[in-house]
């Protein structure tokens, strides 16, 4: 029969190794390039660039870009749909910025510059846990 201390402290060990168990079972989020190799630009179509692809919470967009020529920008469906910059969520413009997917649901991004965004330079992803 175990004593009280050697119960209590065979209670703490057991919980110490199915919180760290659970830690090391959880996977990091992925790393997703936005175009891969051609990076956030005109020229790539990022509704077949998403195709096949899952995002998760804790994924994280990477944008690699010219940022004298671009910039990212996220924002709601009806900006996206209508390639408005007025009202954006975020705004990032260093030219490789990383966005941390942190909510489920549909996630909107455009270029701001020029008319980029109405020449397709437009992203949207649904993010699941």
Same mark, same amino acid.
């Given at each position: 029969?175990? /004593?009280?201390? &050697?119960w209590f402290t065979s209670l703490?060990?057991?919980s110490v190794v199915f919180s760290l168990s659970s830690l090391m079972l959880k996977p990091e989020g992925a790393n997703h390039t936005v175009g891969d190799s051609s990076g956030w630009?005109?020229?790539? @179509?990022?509704? @077949?660039?998403?195709?096949?692809?899952e995002f998760h919470v804790g994924d994280v967009l990477v944008f690699n870009y010219n940022k004298d020529q671009h910039n990212v920008m996220q924002v709601n469906s009806t900006a996206y749909a209508d390639c408005g910059r007025e009202n954006y969520i975020s705004l990032f413009n260093k030219g490789n910025? &990383?966005?941390?997917? &942190?909510?489920?649901?549909e996630h909107w991004f455009i270029c701001g510059?020029?008319? /980029?965004?109405?020449n397709g330079q437009k992203l949207s992803i649904n993010v699941t846990l």
């Amino acid at each position: 029969m175990l /004593h009280q201390g &050697s119960w209590f402290t065979s209670l703490i060990t057991l919980s110490v190794v199915f919180s760290l168990s659970s830690l090391m079972l959880k996977p990091e989020g992925a790393n997703h390039t936005v175009g891969d190799s051609s990076g956030w630009e005109l020229l790539t @179509n990022y509704t @077949n660039w998403t195709q096949g692809r899952e995002f998760h919470v804790g994924d994280v967009l990477v944008f690699n870009y010219n940022k004298d020529q671009h910039n990212v920008m996220q924002v709601n469906s009806t900006a996206y749909a209508d390639c408005g910059r007025e009202n954006y969520i975020s705004l990032f413009n260093k030219g490789n910025d &990383s966005i941390i997917m &942190s909510e489920v649901g549909e996630h909107w991004f455009i270029c701001g510059m020029y008319d /980029h965004c109405e020449n397709g330079q437009k992203l949207s992803i649904n993010v699941t846990l």
